[in-house]
């Protein structure tokens, strides 16, 4: 009898853990989903049926109980780390004898725009005594190999567990790399080695379970033999600055937005306290995780657990003394014992209260000498980054005064939810950029820096005085610095954008969306921002920083000039000065880069290539072209003066009806581009022809739409 009552326990502990991980599964599952396939759990953005997955790059069929990526089997899918684990062929080329004629042969490949060979879990192997081996795939959209040799004349100095390059040679996988082919191939046909080793084969290894032994060395290959490696995949080709403005962007309530290390797109995760699939859009409620229920024991036995936003506090009941911590002492009632318990209990409440008042006295000194260590520290970097400067300068000026402020800590630690992750929109060598949001609901955009060069304060705050005067419908506008840190902070007005004038030139679906209208429009907004600049301003500023990726597009596509981070402001006596080579390959001016001498029409060279590379998609610089055609600038101005601009044009702006209005831009952006400065025009004399032509264009769709 007892033993069919513990054959009924076990049979119910079974079932119930059947049935919580089925629960589980099906959490993750889009609602009314296939949650499983086989052993292998399907979690929404990956789906078995219609409607059950993200697009088609998602799509998992399910034949036979066995999960399928196209043709490939998937053996784990974790969307907590944006990982999939599967199944894929090895490359071989294998000899029956030594007659020289390949009896099998296996190319494998994987094509996918949403992952990446993850490059920490697994390694390229090669494994033959007569072998050279290549990965093929791509890498930054550029053709890309790797490979490794292995030679050896017998079995006799093949160590089993080594992989070194005799009988088997193994390499690291660079990060980002994808659509990858393998190929396996021999240096003699094995025509020497067949005997014992009759196949090169090659393949992507997952780190912990593949182990060389002479074994391989000795047989011929499967048909059908495959290994196990781990992709990385992310959503979308887009990361999270970019895809939060976004309508198809899937993270929601409870979860925050990720940029994975070795892909494009991003990846969601629950916030602290929350379990669950991260990728809400799906509508799936997050569950707050109850540690009192979760960690057993959380407490001690007598202590009450109480639950917390992703903690838990253990507290003894009123009359009990005590640490209700699992490691703490526990707790219990005190019970007094005659007189001489009452005295010894009096004495120790009196050494307890004495010990008490010590240290509430000692805090209260650490922590004064602290705050006051700390408020030296804070007026230390005020000054050093010249606060006192900036705040003369803006009471001198009271229009910067208006618009101006240098916020406190707090103010910016409470905008940014204490510079919370959810909060970065973005992170590069210069730093990290926040959302913020003040008190009176507006939206802020604070960058963080990393470096600071304390020569350059007197500099730096006088640009922030030119900066905050700065009001054009075309610039990101500053609003004001804190000081009291290392390295200052700016805060500037929050622009919701589509994205940067980069993305969308060189991304294949919007660059399709820019029309000839909009392009003009862009290239209009940016002369109008930097003629403002260069001639009406209080004192000219040189943006030095002019290209696509400092250009932000709003949702009327808009172009907003952002990027002041190498700025310098031109003396009002002095048409040119010397200073330090800044900017970007490809966008720098050539007279100033073999000079030194920085002038205004520094900038009209950069809005000359921005330009050129509106109207032809091409990128600025690549060394994938001939020599003579690595400069986008070059190409441009050769193909004006021959005659042959058509060629280098973005074919879907061109029409009868704008070439006539294509071709004087391109003359004006030949001009931008001569390597004398004096040659070039300035940027209002730029500004004013494409305002004229942007009135143009707007008198011809008006009439148009009368039509």
């Not at 119910?12 to 589980?24: G, N």
């Not at 930054?140 to 088997?168: H, W």
């Not at 990385?232 to 600055?241: F, L, R, V, Y």
């Not at 005590?322 to 703490?328: K, L, M, Q, R, T």
Request: hydrophobic content about 35%; aromatic content about 8%.
């Amino acid at each position: 009898m007892a033993f069919r009552r513990m054959l009924l326990y076990v049979a119910c502990v079974v079932m119930l853990s059947k049935m919580a991980a089925a629960a589980v599964a099906a959490s993750l599952a889009k609602p009314n989903c296939q949650p499983r396939c086989g052993d292998v759990d399907i979690p929404f953005p990956f789906g078995t049926t219609e409607n059950c997955y993200l697009n088609n790059d998602y799509f998992i069929s399910c034949s036979n109980s066995k999960p399928l990526w196209g043709n490939i089997e998937v053996t784990n899918i974790s969307i907590d780390i944006g990982e999939l684990e599967i199944s894929i062929l090895i490359a071989y080329q294998c000899y029956q004898d030594s007659s020289g004629v390949p009896v099998r042969v296996s190319t494998p490949f994987l094509t996918s725009p949403t992952s990446t060979i993850s490059n920490t879990k697994n390694k390229f192997v090669a494994v033959g005594c007569d072998t050279y081996a290549y990965l093929n795939a791509y890498r930054n959209n550029e053709a890309f190999s790797i490979g490794c040799m292995s030679i050896c004349r017998s079995l006799k100095n093949v160590v089993d567990e080594s992989c070194s390059g005799i009988g088997c040679c193994q390499v690291e996988i660079p990060k980002g790399l994808k659509n990858f082919t393998l190929e396996a191939d021999s240096y003699h046909d094995h025509k020497n080695v067949s005997k014992f080793n009759p196949c090169s084969s090659a393949f992507v290894a997952k780190q912990d379970k593949f182990k060389f032994s002479s074994d391989y060395l000795q047989r011929l290959r499967h048909v059908n033999e495959t290994g196990p490696v781990v992709l990385d995949w992310a959503i979308g080709n887009e990361k999270c600055i970019t895809a939060r403005s976004k309508p198809d962007y899937v993270c929601g309530r409870n979860s925050a937005c990720y940029d994975p290390q070795n892909i494009d797109g991003y990846l969601c995760k629950c916030n602290k306290g929350y379990e669950g699939n991260p990728y809400t859009s799906i509508k799936i409620v997050k569950v707050h995780i109850d540690e009192c229920q979760v960690q057993k024991p959380a407490c001690n036995a007598t202590a009450k657990c109480t639950n917390t936003e992703g903690n838990f506090t253990c507290t003894c009941p009123d009359g009990y003394d005590g640490d209700g911590n699992i490691n703490g002492t526990g707790c219990s009632r005190p019970k007094a014992r005659g007189s001489r318990a009452k005295k010894i209990i009096i004495a120790l409440i009196a050494i307890s209260i004495g010990l008490s008042t010590l240290f509430v006295v000692g805090s209260s000194v650490h922590c004064g000498l602290k705050r006051k260590r700390l408020l030296k520290l804070k007026e230390k970097f005020f000054q050093q980054n010249g606060g006192l400067l900036l705040q003369q300068k803006l009471s001198n000026d009271r229009t910067s005064m208006e618009t101006a402020k240098i916020f406190s800590a707090e103010e910016l630690e409470k905008a940014t939810n204490n510079y919370d992750e959810s909060r970065v929109l973005g992170q590069g060598s210069y730093g990290t950029v926040y959302r913020g949001v003040l008190p009176d609901n507006k939206l802020v955009t604070i960058k963080k820096s990393k470096l600071c060069d304390q020569s350059q304060i007197e500099q730096f705050i006088n640009e922030a005085i030119v900066l905050i005067q700065i009001n054009h419908r075309n610039m990101v506008k500053l609003l004001g610095c804190y000081l009291e840190i290392e390295v200052p902070l700016l805060v500037y007005e929050f622009i919701t954008n589509i994205g940067t004038l980069s993305t969308h030139i060189h991304d294949k679906v919007l660059s399709s969306s820019l029309s000839w209208r909009k392009r003009s429009e862009i290239a209009a907004d940016i002369a109008g921002a930097l003629a403002y600049l260069h001639f009406s301003t209080s004192m000219p500023i040189i943006h030095r920083g002019v290209k696509p990726a400092n250009i932000l597009l709003d949702d009327n596509y808009s172009a907003k000039v952002s990027g002041f981070g190498t700025s310098r402001l031109v003396p009002l006596d002095q048409t040119q000065f010397t200073t330090l080579v800044k900017g970007t390959l490809g966008y720098l001016d050539p007279e100033s880069f073999h000079s030194s001498q920085l002038t205004e029409k520094s900038d009209v060279y950069s809005f000359g290539v921005v330009v050129a590379e509106l109207l032809t998609g091409k990128k600025t610089l690549s060394f994938d072209r001939p020599e003579s055609e690595r400069s986008l600038a070059v190409i441009f101005s050769s193909a004006v003066k021959e005659d042959r601009l058509h060629q280098i044009l973005e074919d879907h702006i061109v029409s009868d009806s704008n070439i006539n209005e294509i071709n004087e831009v391109a003359k004006l952006v030949k001009q931008c581009l001569n390597l004398k400065g004096e040659d070039r025009p300035n940027m209002k004399e730029v500004a004013m022809e494409l305002e004229g032509l942007r009135k143009h264009q707007r008198r011809k769709f008006d009439l148009y739409k009368r039509c």
